[in-house]
């Protein structure tokens, strides 16, 4: 059974992105959202959603590695990105395009320096 964890950023939370094309640029969350996740863009856009000021990524650990399930907003719940087509990962999803491999490989960058440092953090504190 995976325990499913949540990790919150704000729009104005600054990502590096990490592209095959280019070298690594840093933009907002919600840029970043803009940018790679259809989703999102057609809910602010054809939808005329508000966009959101807060993002919630959902993400497990397995094997000891970081992947991430969704991203979705806190206020209206609306899911934006996922990665759920099949929880096994047995099957590769058919759906998977080059931007949702952005959105995945940044925020799995952010998501690991995150977690180092929370875990820096929590030695330094056990050690005193």
């Known amino acids: ?3 499913f964890n949540e990790t919150i950023f704000h729009k104005n939370h ?3 992105v990490t592209e095959l094309s280019t070298s690594s640029r840093k933009v907002s969350f919600q840029n970043l959202m803009k940018e790679f ?6 809910s602010i856009n054809h939808c005329k959603r508000s966009e959101a000021d807060i993002f919630i990524v959902v993400w497990y650990q397995k094997n000891g590695d970081l992947h991430i ?4 907003n806190q206020d209206t719940r609306e899911i934006y990105w996922g990665h759920w087509w099949d929880r096994t990962e047995e099957i590769p999803n058919p759906y998977w395009k080059y ?3 952005v959105i995945y490989c ?7 320096n995150a977690h180092l ?6 030695n330094k504190r056990e050690v005193k």
């Open 69 to 72: 399930d969704n991203i979705y």
């Open 37 to 42: 996740c259809e989703d999102y863009t057609i």
């Open 106 to 112: 940044s925020l799995l960058d952010c998501l690991i």
């Open 14 to 16: 600054i990502v590096s």
């Open 99 to 101: 931007n949702d491999e």
């Open 1 to 3: 059974m995976k325990t």
């Open 117 to 122: 440092l929370c875990n820096s953090r929590l």
